[in-house]
């Protein structure tokens, strides 16, 4: 599985972003993609997630400000921001996680850079 995420840029505080993640390859085996985040000095952090199923958790930080959504037929996730804050600021990765019987594989994209400036 490959994924590609796009959409990061420079915005000011109240404004908005959609990131998009494309995903190719062994798509048909994914369980679950989601949004992380790692700001600088800091650990990677879920922030949205969405399963096969269309079940989505948030982080609290995330919650009532960012959805998260997918286009099967394009093969795409994104993760619409709004109000965005200058705590924010990060480089943001997708993931796409298959599970099989006592197996989990995680793959990932490379970030994109949201920078929401005050």
């Known amino acids: 599985v490959q994924l590609q995420a796009s959409g990061g840029g420079l915005v000011q505080a109240g404004g908005s972003l959609r990131l998009s993640c494309a995903a190719s390859?062994?798509?048909?085996?994914?369980?679950?993609m989601g949004w992380y985040r790692q700001a600088p000095g800091k650990q990677r952090e879920l922030v949205a997630s969405?399963?096969?199923?269309?079940?989505?958790n948030y982080a609290d930080s995330a919650k009532g400000r960012f959805t998260i959504s997918r286009d099967t037929a394009k093969n795409t996730t994104y993760l619409q921001m709004s109000s965005l804050k200058p705590k924010d600021t990060a480089v943001y990765y997708c993931?796409?996680?298959?599970?099989?019987?006592?197996?989990?594989?995680?793959?990932w994209g490379q970030g994109t850079l949201v920078t929401v400036s005050s």
């Open positions: 993931n796409a996680v298959r599970y099989a019987p006592g197996f989990k594989q995680v793959y």
């Open positions: 390859g062994s798509i048909f085996s994914i369980n679950a």
């Open positions: 969405i399963t096969s199923g269309g079940t989505t």
